[in-house]
């Protein structure tokens, strides 16, 4: 389960799609491409392609965690989108549990 006591900054990070990677190729992407060090107090959060699966981030000086929520084939997440051209913007924990906890249905089968 997700703690998010004392996390108060969420970031969205949008082209990034790659699940393979874990802390030390995330951490290295916010580091290079948007120059700057994370923080304790926020977290990344990144979105594979097919929208099935979601990572958080949050670093801290001595650790890391890893937050990962997945859909089966039935369901994803909703698509989040962003007026302007950031690839990397912060979003309200209200928008972060909605997106979390809203499954768009890929199809609806009635028998």
Known sequence: MLNI?????????RDFHDM????DRVLSIIREQFHREPQKDEVFIIMSKDR???????????SATLFEK???S?????KVEHMGEETFYTIEW???????E???VNKLVIK
């Open 5 to 13: 006591n004392g996390l108060q900054r969420f970031w969205y990070i």
């Open 20 to 23: 393979r990677s874990k802390y």
């Open 52 to 62: 099935r699966k979601i990572r958080l981030f949050n670093y801290d000086r001595r």
């Open 70 to 72: 997945r859909f089966n």
């Open 74 to 78: 039935d369901y994803r997440f909703m």
């Open 94 to 100: 209200k928008d972060v549990a909605l997106l979390l």
């Open 102 to 104: 809203n499954a768009v």
